[in-house]
């Protein structure tokens, strides 16, 4: 593989399923194990080869700005395009709409998804695409990989109504063409394939695969949800348990009780408290006389004389007495 690859990051969508949150943050960006959603997703690509030559393609929307001035200041040495995608018509019209960068071999992930997998078997690949895939118990509310007796794929099937096929597609995928991809939307689209007035990629897969292309999968063990709140919570656990077990903030504070994994950001305050199990809280945060458990508080929050588990706290958000579970967006004001 001597061409670079282009990494496409569809991320317009209006994130309704994270509000608050979303409504002053794009869904990338909420806080996530001491970083962001989108530092992870960046993260999934470390072992691809040639990854100091990628070139990120990001498709954004109303609050796009953010996205860029995330990357320009914790990611400066990467090459990154961005592209507005106004209406919200699938993911097939975002990657259409940043044709002119997709060229050459790509992959392509979902911006609320997250995986576990090593890449490096792709400088050798030479099949026309891979989708990654998750075994699951109950694939009816997925879209799955039906393969044939050689393991090529022969379609991708949305939300299958029966359980014969268990290969969830987990939204990841590599194109040795990113030319013969767009061909492939651009005839989606004269066949106005839709689907609740979107264009889904794996329409646009299976068009490929009508004309001969072969496609096989990669299995992976680890995919993460970062799309919901529960579900984000569940995330933290995993990658605090895998990253943050030896926390150095133990040894910071002589008067906190501190229960790991956790993420204590260094620039935050944190007096007479009990911290942790599976808790993320950002810089200039200020907690005292709190017990939190199960729980990502994002930058500038402060948190008094309060009982908090099972809870997303924004930025600048500040929260007194007492409370057990809360979803509150940046800016809020709790006092009781």
């Known amino acids: 593989m001597t061409e670079n690859f282009k990494i496409a990051i569809p991320m317009a969508g209006r994130g309704t399923r994270m509000r608050p949150h979303t409504w002053s943050k794009p869904k990338p ?27 990120y393609i990001f498709i954004i929307g109303p609050q796009g700005d953010q996205i860029k001035s995330h990357m320009e200041k914790h990611h ?11 209406e919200m018509r699938g993911q097939s019209e975002a990657l259409y709409l940043a044709r002119e960068y997709l ?34 118990p109950d694939p009816r509310r997925f879209g799955v990989a039906e393969v044939n007796d050689q393991g090529f794929v022969t379609r991708l099937v ?4 029966d359980m014969r096929n268990n290969l969830a597609a987990v939204g990841f995928y590599y194109f040795r063409s990113g030319e013969a991809l767009i061909e492939a939307i651009e005839e989606q689209m004269r066949r106005k394939a839709m689907f609740k007035n979107e264009y889904f990629l794996a329409d646009a897969i299976n068009i490929m695969l009508e004309r001969g292309a072969r496609f ?21 656990r995993y990658l605090l348990s895998k990253w943050f077990q030896d926390d150095p903030a133990k040894s910071r504070y002589s008067d906190v009780a501190i229960i790991p ?3 204590i950001h260094p620039e935050a ?37 309060l009982i908090l588990e099972d809870s997303l706290i924004g ?20 006092l009781r």
């Open 29 to 55: 960006l909420i806080a996530l194990a001491g970083k962001t959603v989108l530092d992870y997703v960046l993260e999934q690509f470390n072992t691809l080869p040639g990854i100091d030559r990628a070139e």
């Open 269 to 305: 305050q944190v007096t007479r408290s009990v911290i942790g199990p599976y808790v993320s809280i950002g810089g200039n945060c200020r907690i005292d006389s709190a017990i939190i458990r199960n729980s990502i508080i994002d930058e500038g929050t402060e948190v008094f004389q």
């Open 103 to 136: 060229n050459g071999p790509i992959l392509m992930a979902f911006s609320d998804t997250l995986i576990e997998t090593d890449l490096s078997f792709l400088k050798n690949e030479t099949v026309d695409g891979v989708a990654w895939v998750k075994p699951v």
């Open 216 to 236: 096989l999968t990669e299995t992976v063990n680890v995919w993460l949800d970062a799309g919901v709140p529960e579900a984000l919570l569940e995330t933290n």
């Open 158 to 161: 949305e939300k299958p109504q």
């Open 76 to 86: 400066p040495e990467k090459v990154c395009h961005y592209v507005v995608q106004t």
């Open 261 to 263: 994994p956790v993420f």
């Open 315 to 334: 930025e600048e958000v500040h929260l007194e007495s007492q409370a057990v579970h809360l979803n509150l967006g940046d800016g809020s004001r709790a």
